[in-house]
């Protein structure tokens, strides 16, 4: 029944049913314990259809068989042969009364589903996909005659069916009950509740609780191996443990995660399968969570090219692999690139009628903050009215990822100068961020943020207090620009006003992390470089002239010569051109 709701629920027309009757059809022959077109037919799959149909005879021409060997057996053999069997036949009659009544309940519970596909309505009446799987959820509910067994993994199908149309909220708490009924009725030792708590495992970090979701997911991942558990279930399981790692700073775990779930998807679904390709976004996305922007962006059009060879151009994929493929371009500061594949990825999303799942959501504000960064107001108004509209649909107005909103805001009345604009909305950002390992990045860079705002109110002392910290919670994770911006915002603090946290050495980490940034023309370099020339006019004119002449020069086709942050620099490089003279 897997293959048949997958086969149904895929965002790719051409791999969908043509029909709601070839999709009845194919139902029909799942209820009769026929071979479905969903499902490869396979030798091994066709033979364990023809059992499940035959029980009777396939117990007795067993049955014959074991009383044929038992009777060419010396004497002594033949008695205890007989009892190991007579064990075995029992075993055996209790599995299948079991397998009967798990396969009984399942086809009650489906025939009720789908009752509208199955008895052929008119087709502008037949439900959707969508409608569908949140009737499951109340199907599930008022069905009593469902076996336990049976109801944990629907439950944590339908998590997963719920997740993949971007009700996070009903997916989780579907994940949950999983889980509960697991735990209660058939014990911590069974293979369905480990893939139970793997399937909240996965919700959770869909829903940005990583503390959860590794909590869960530890326990998880040891019981599936031992439990032998294999394919989808397990590759979920090892993608949400790579996001995981990836947000505590754990880049290298990150990565062997992200190679395993790659694995897992190849065994289970073979090389050609699409599902693969999200096995290959995985490993750039951990690539770039390490900081290696180009390797990032590498691998990402790699996984779009074979996406769009395989999906064409309309497909919830193609859009997914496009926004990481801009998220890596953003990070690397080729940022008039990242915009136009954000848009790009947007409107894929928007074509395929994509509900916010995580990745559109990240996709989203993102380009909120990108468009911030490169101070078009008309743009950001645009765009993060839709980021908000989405997030607050799929994960509310107190999630983190809301903050990540109103930390943009903060960047793009900085960039405009509106200093009052700026300091409301870092005091909503700040408030929705807990104190967690997960958000230490996002409150250092708000912090770094801030310390620009105290600064352009001479407030040099309290900027200079608040920078230590965020550094500390930046240098977690890789990424260097954001480290490199905050070391020059705490230099250019203790260059107005002295005190413990300036160090003899903070110069020199500052250009330690320069140089490991040199390959990138990353815009906000333009930043740093204007901040710490302010600093070295009054020492060495000339050379702090020749410096901010060739970072201007580097960054001049990110930004263009109208953005504020390339006036400031080409004023003050004005300045200190005529001070030469």
């Known amino acids: 029944i ?9 965002t790719e027309p051409n791999e969908r049913y043509s029909s709601a009757g070839d999709l009845a059809a194919d139902l029909r022959r799942f209820l009769d314990g026929q071979p479905v077109q969903a499902h490869p037919p396979g030798g091994w799959y066709r033979t364990r ?10 117990a007795v021409s067993g049955a014959l068989l074991l009383g044929l060997v038992a009777s060419l057996s010396v004497a002594l053999q033949q008695a205890r042969e007989a009892r190991l069997q007579s064990a075995i036949a029992i075993s055996a009659e209790a599995q299948s009364r079991a397998d009967l009544a798990h396969a009984t309940s399942m086809r009650d519970f489906l025939e009720t589903l789908f009752e509208p596909v199955r008895i052929g309505i008119a087709a502008d009446k037949a439900p959707t996909v969508r409608e569908l799987v949140l009737a499951g959820e109340s199907q599930l509910r008022q069905n009593t005659r469902l076996a336990p067994e049976a109801r944990v993994e629907m439950l944590s199908f339908f998590a997963f069916l719920h997740e993949s149309i971007g009700e996070l909220p009903s997916a989780r708490r579907l994940a949950a009950e999983s889980v509960a009924l697991a735990e209660t009725t058939l014990g911590t030792e069974d293979p369905r509740y480990a893939a139970a708590l793997a399937m909240r495992g996965f919700t959770a970090v869909r829903m940005e609780d990583y503390l959860a979701a590794e909590a869960d997911l530890r326990i998880a991942l040891p019981l599936m191996k031992q439990t032998g558990q294999r394919g989808w279930a397990l590759a979920n399981a090892l993608q949400a443990m790579s996001s995981i790692e990836s947000i505590n700073g754990h880049a290298e775990t990150s990565l062997e995660y992200a190679k395993a779930d790659l694995a897992e998807r190849i065994f289970a679904f073979g090389t050609n399968d699409r599902r693969v390709g999200v096995g290959y976004n995985n490993i750039a996305d951990s690539l770039e969570a390490m900081g290696n922007y180009r390797q990032s962006i590498g691998a990402y059009e790699s996984a779009y090219a074979i996406q769009y060879a395989r999906l064409g151009p309309d497909s919830a994929e193609t859009a997914t692999t496009l926004a ?26 928007e074509r395929v009628g994509e509900k916010a799942q995580l990745v559109y ?12 960064w490169l101070a078009d107001a008309a743009e950001a108004s645009r765009v993060c009215t839709k980021a908000r509209a989405l997030t607050a649909a799929s994960l509310g107005q107190e999630s983190e990822l809301f903050g990540d909103i109103e930390s943009a805001e903060l960047d793009g009345a900085l960039e405009s100068g509106n200093l009052p604009a700026a300091h409301e909305a870092y005091v909503r950002a700040k408030a929705l961020y807990p104190p967690t390992v ?17 600064m352009r109110q001479s407030r040099w002392e309290e900027a200079r207090k608040l920078l230590p910290a965020a550094i500390s919670d930046i240098s977690m994770r890789p990424h260097k620009i954001p480290l490199l911006l905050a070391q020059a915002r705490l230099l250019s603090a203790c260059d107005e006003s002295s005190g413990p946290e300036c160090s003899l050495d903070l110069r020199g980490n500052y250009e330690a992390t320069l140089a490991a940034v040199a390959d990138l023309d990353h815009p906000q370099i333009l930043v740093a470089e204007t901040l710490i020339a302010k600093i070295d006019m009054p020492i060495d004119s000339v050379k702090a002239t020749a410096r901010l002449r060739a970072v201007i020069s580097r960054i001049d086709g990110e930004l263009g010569a109208t953005h504020p942050r390339m006036l400031a620099a080409r004023e003050l490089l004005a300045t200190a051109s005529e001070a030469v003279r």
């Open 2 to 10: 897997d293959n048949v709701l997958r086969q149904a629920l895929t």
């Open 49 to 58: 259809k023809f059992v499940g149909r035959n029980r009777l005879g396939v």
């Open 324 to 349: 990481g493929l801009a998220s890596s371009h953003w990070r690397a500061g080729q940022w008039q690139r990242a915009r136009v594949l954000f848009q790009q990825a947007t409107d894929i999303f």
């Open 361 to 372: 959501l990240y996709a989203a504000v993102t380009h909120c903050m990108l468009e911030h």
């Open 438 to 454: 997960a958000n230490r990045l996002r409150h250092g860079r708000l912090q770094s943020s801030y310390a620009e705002w105290l």
